[in-house]
């Protein structure tokens, strides 16, 4: 319970991290977009800054996410190994109700 405390968590900070950064980046291009010479130039720049923050910040949280796939397949591939009977009664019951789901609409 508490991991998925902390994945919520760590879920909210990226969400409003990303959010930051992009009303940053939109801010500054703005002020660019009216801005002349040096100061534009300027502000462009920090924008892209801003943008590339963003980006390399996704790329960590695929990644993360990516890894936590892998572990949870490499989990369950162990589960089903060690139980298999278990495994096919889960998925069977599984598909009993996604049968009766359908059938209902």
Same mark, same amino acid.
């Given at each position: 319970? /508490?991991? @998925? +405390?902390? $994945?919520? #968590?760590?879920?909210?900070?990226?969400?409003?991290?990303? +959010?930051?950064?992009?009303?940053?980046?939109? +801010?500054?291009?703005?002020?660019? =977009?009216? $801005?002349?010479?040096?100061? =534009?130039?300027? %502000?462009?720049?920090? /924008?892209? #800054?801003?943008? &590339? *923050?963003?980006?390399? /910040?996704?790329?960590?949280?695929?990644?993360? %996410?990516?890894?936590? !796939? &892998? *572990?949870? =397949?490499?989990?369950?591939?162990?589960?089903?190994?060690? @139980?298999?009977?278990? $495994?096919? !009664?889960?998925? !069977?019951? =599984?598909?009993? %109700?996604?049968? /009766? %789901?359908?059938? &209902? &609409?």
């Amino acid at each position: 319970m /508490a991991i @998925n +405390k902390d $994945a919520a #968590q760590t879920e909210e900070q990226f969400i409003d991290s990303v +959010k930051v950064s992009l009303d940053d980046a939109e +801010k500054l291009l703005r002020e660019a =977009a009216s $801005a002349t010479g040096d100061k =534009a130039a300027e %502000l462009r720049e920090s /924008a892209m #800054q801003s943008l &590339r *923050r963003t980006r390399e /910040a996704l790329y960590e949280t695929q990644d993360v %996410l990516l890894e936590r !796939g &892998r *572990r949870a =397949a490499r989990v369950t591939d162990d589960y089903v190994h060690d @139980n298999p009977w278990q $495994a096919i !009664g889960m998925a !069977g019951l =599984a598909g009993v %109700l996604i049968g /009766a %789901l359908i059938c &209902r &609409r």
